[in-house]
């Protein structure tokens, strides 16, 4: 609740959370708010413009360009979200391993973790694709393999930090398991950071997912997502350059949405940035009075 407070305060940071939140919905409820079918052809509306029937109007092939964005949420944000979950559990999940017990169990995986990230993402990604076959499965399949590793790294790091306190040290003298030392006394310490690097691998996996449908080897025809409309859209973007504008600033609007909420979240969980903003907020406040005493004068 605390957390929620903070970041309603900021303006910024809830037009955020609002459109993130509106953006997800939208794509869990497609079917119910799209107007129409998003792979439904109507050769006679071929590039047709704006109407009451078709908000955005219609592809190359008649579609409608609305429903195909909205649909497009699917692939381009929830399965993203999906992926961004598993990767995040598995690296959650071997990081409390390798930082809670360290010794071999540690050795072994962050060795692991070392050959992962000696490949560069993207090239690992477009390996796996090019071994896999084009597909939003395979994409996601290789988000999975890419960010577990540095998931991993991120909360064993955290992990390592508290795992030697007083506390956790009292908690095994009492006989308290490892799991329940790890769920009651770590876990809540240490899983706001990897929520805001998750956050912020959330806007980055969004650009990835659509920039590689728009190189045609993400999600395939006829499939509605932004990257892809944008693919399509692009034999005639001099001609119809409005049929790459909605696509274009659907990922705009939502990666940015997610950066923003993702620099909030921080500044929420990091008492550093907390008291650095306050100490802002107060200088700022501070020399108000005066500038307007000065202009008084």
Excluded at 62 to 83: F, N, Q
Excluded at 126 to 133: R, Y
């Amino acid at each position: 609740m605390k957390l929620m407070e903070r970041l309603l305060k900021d303006r910024l940071a809830a037009a955020s959370l609002a459109v993130v939140a509106a953006t997800l919905l939208i794509g869990l409820c497609a079917p119910l708010i799209a107007p129409h079918s998003p792979n439904e052809a109507n050769m006679e509306l071929r590039f047709a413009g704006a109407s009451w029937s078709y908000w955005l109007g219609n592809d190359h092939l008649g579609r409608c360009i609305l429903s195909r964005l909205i649909y497009g949420i699917r692939p381009s944000v929830l399965w993203v979200l999906a992926a961004l979950g598993a990767s995040a559990g598995i690296g959650a999940a071997l990081g409390f391993a390798a930082g809670y017990f360290l010794g071999k169990t540690d050795a072994i995986l962050m060795r692991i973790c070392d050959i992962m990230l000696s490949f560069p993402g993207y090239v690992m990604t477009l390996a796996i694709v090019g071994m896999m076959g084009a597909g939003l499965t395979n994409i996601l399949i290789a988000f999975v393999m890419m960010k577990w590793a540095w998931f991993a790294r991120v909360i064993r790091t955290a992990v390592m930090q508290y795992a030697d306190a007083d506390y956790v040290k009292f908690a095994k003298v009492l006989g308290i398991g490892h799991f329940g030392i790890m769920t009651r006394h770590i876990a809540p310490v240490a899983l706001p950071e990897m929520a805001v690097i998750a956050s912020g691998a959330f806007g980055s996996m969004i650009l990835q997912i659509s920039g590689l449908s728009f190189l045609g080897l993400g999600i395939q025809a006829p499939h509605a997502e932004w990257g892809m409309m944008m693919n399509e859209a692009r034999a005639v973007m001099f001609t119809r350059p409005e049929l790459m504008l909605a696509p274009g600033l659907a990922i705009i609007i939502v990666v940015s949405a997610v950066n923003f909420l993702s620099d909030a979240l921080q500044k929420a969980l990091d008492p550093k940035l907390m008291i650095a903003a306050r100490r802002a907020e107060a200088s700022a406040g501070g020399t108000a009075p005066r500038l307007r005493g000065k202009e008084v004068a």
